[in-house]
Nanobody, 122 residues
Framework: QSQFVESGGDSVQFGGSLTLSCTTSGLNVEHHAIGWFRQAPGKEREGVACISSGDSVPNYVPSVKGRFTISRDNAKNTVYLQMNSLTPEDTAVYYC???????????????WGQGTQVTVSS
């Protein structure tokens, strides 16, 4: 089964920026909806952004809209998550996964990677 590899996580201060990358050799990201998810300690995994297959329409949860940007580079088979104006509430392990469409439900996605840690200090 294909699996994603996430990278780019780091420790930053309040208001900082990071760009996360998500890549795989097991499938063509252009032909799948790719979602970014995060899980903070003691909380359930939640979706934060998703990019649909084909027309690449982005979707965001309200808490990150205007601060995060999801994009896809088909030539590199990689999906990115540009994160700006980070706050401590963004601290979590970030994962990417593939699905048939951007349903908004974690259960509809698979090929989970190991995640990358993002820590934002105040």
């Amino acid at each position: 089964q294909s699996q994603f590899v996430e990278s780019g996580g780091d420790s930053v201060q309040f208001g900082g920026s990071l760009t996360l990358s998500c890549t795989t050799s097991g499938l063509n990201v252009e032909h799948h909806a790719i979602g970014w998810f995060r899980q903070a300690p003691g909380k359930e995994r939640e979706g934060v952004a998703c990019i649909s297959s084909g027309d690449s329409v982005p979707n965001y949860v309200p808490s990150v809209k205007g601060r995060f940007t999801i994009s896809r580079d088909n030539a590199k088979n990689t999906v990115y998550l540009q994160m700006n104006s980070l706050t401590p509430e963004d601290t979590a392990v970030y994962y990417c996964a593939s699905g048939r469409w951007c349903s908004g439900y974690t259960r509809d996605f698979g090929s989970w990677g190991q995640g990358t840690q993002v820590t934002v200090s105040s």
